[in-house]
């Protein structure tokens, strides 16, 4: 990278769009926030020429990328994953690391933005200087992860981050997405499990790097017997690694009390999946996935804005609804236009 000019990033002027990509890229690597927020903001546009220009910020990045911890966090509602997550974001910040954290809001349903519900419960982690917390709408995508997720969490790295904590939606079967964009995925739960296993899916058991009963403050009784419980079920799932057993553990994210232990939990599965090459093997995994959905992702953009398609679809539509044409008539006509027979 050239030597780093004295203005901050929206102090300068570009020649043109590749200048302005040039300079943002090393304005994110000198870990300005305000670049950085341009940087994601960019990368979650849906406008195409936002697009264009996050696709070759990104090719600018990427070797810069790859060397923080990425967790995961997922629970079932009002488990207290906020709190749980400003609790182990200071804590980390107190260890010596720089912690961002990628909240999925639910989207507005009139303007699809981020409600950022989560920014304003993690007040304290969020006045930090080694703390970066940006709320994401999850503009319905499944997996309860945010469409861009994974660029967000790479520009982060870029701008010196260690550690990237995700915090999902909810729990269901598609929340397993989650294990697609990091190394560690922390499940929270409630004391008194046995009416929550009867509810939750085998699915994200089956993903859990961690299980940690949250709340123990509240009821040490229950959390103990949950903890019992959830043991006895990892006992009949396949773990996610051969070189790891996923613990079972109890927590307080109001109190703080064990996310030492859980996190030495986090820096041991490190460690062994390191050693094994898992993680470098799983990250390689998740890159081709990447590719794939974004192969998809932009089909399904072309398709949209073909002007045979658009001009074609309300005909074709009615036609469906009607009963006077199959869908699937009607979807070899619509691919058709793209020549992709």
């Known amino acids: 990278m050239p030597s780093s000019p004295s203005k901050p990033f929206f102090q300068q002027k570009f020649a043109d769009d590749s200048d302005m990509v040039k300079k943002l890229a090393e304005a994110v690597l000198r870990g300005e926030r305000p ?16 697009k264009r220009l996050a696709h070759g910020l990104l090719d600018i990045l990427m070797p810069h990328t790859g060397g923080g911890i990425r967790v995961g966090i997922s629970g079932v509602p009002g488990v207290g994953k906020s ?3 400003e609790s182990l974001g200071t804590y980390l ?5 720089k912690v961002a954290v990628l909240a999925v809001d639910p989207s507005s349903t009139r303007s699809g933005g981020a409600i950022l519900g989560d920014k304003t419960r993690m007040e304290k982690l969020s006045m930090l200087k080694d703390a970066y917390i940006r709320p994401s709408p999850s503009s319905g995508t ?14 982060c790295e870029a701008a010196g981050f260690d550690v990237i904590l995700v ?6 079967q598609s929340e397993t997405a989650v294990s697609e964009l990091t190394d560690f995925f922390l499940v929270l739960m409630l004391p008194g499990a046995g009416d929550e296993l009867q509810g939750i899916k085998k699915g994200i058991l089956e993903m859990a790097d961690l299980i940690a009963i949250n709340k123990v403050d509240q009821n040490e009784k229950h959390a103990r017997t949950a903890i019992a419980e959830y043991r006895a079920a990892l006992h009949i799932i396949s773990p996610t690694s051969p070189n790891w057993y996923p613990p079972v553990m109890s927590i307080s994210g109001l109190t703080g ?4 232990t859980l996190w030495d939990a986090v820096l041991d599965h490190r460690r062994k999946l390191t050693a094994s090459g898992e993680i470098q093997e799983r990250r390689r995994i998740q890159d081709i996935k990447w590719m794939w959905t974004l192969v998809y992702e932009r089909l399904h953009e072309k398709l949209h804005r073909d002007p045979d398609v658009r001009k074609a679809l309300p005909t074709l539509e009615n036609a469906v609804k009607d009963g006077t044409l199959s869908p699937n008539s009607a979807a070899n006509q619509i ?3 793209l020549g992709l027979e």
Not at 35 to 46: G, N, P, V
Not at 142 to 155: I, P, Q, S
Not at 167 to 172: A, C, I
Not at 257 to 260: E, F, R, T, V
């Open 93 to 97: 910040v107190d260890q010596g690391h």
């Open 35 to 50: 670049a950085l927020a341009r940087a994601i903001t960019l990368a979650e546009s849906r406008r195409p020429d936002h």
């Open 83 to 85: 709190t749980t997550i």
């Open 167 to 172: 915090e999902t939606v909810g729990v269901g």
């Open 257 to 260: 009390k064990g996310l030492d």
């Open 142 to 155: 499944l997996g309860g992860v945010a469409a861009k997720t994974r660029e967000a969490m790479l520009l």
């Open 335 to 337: 691919i058709g236009y």
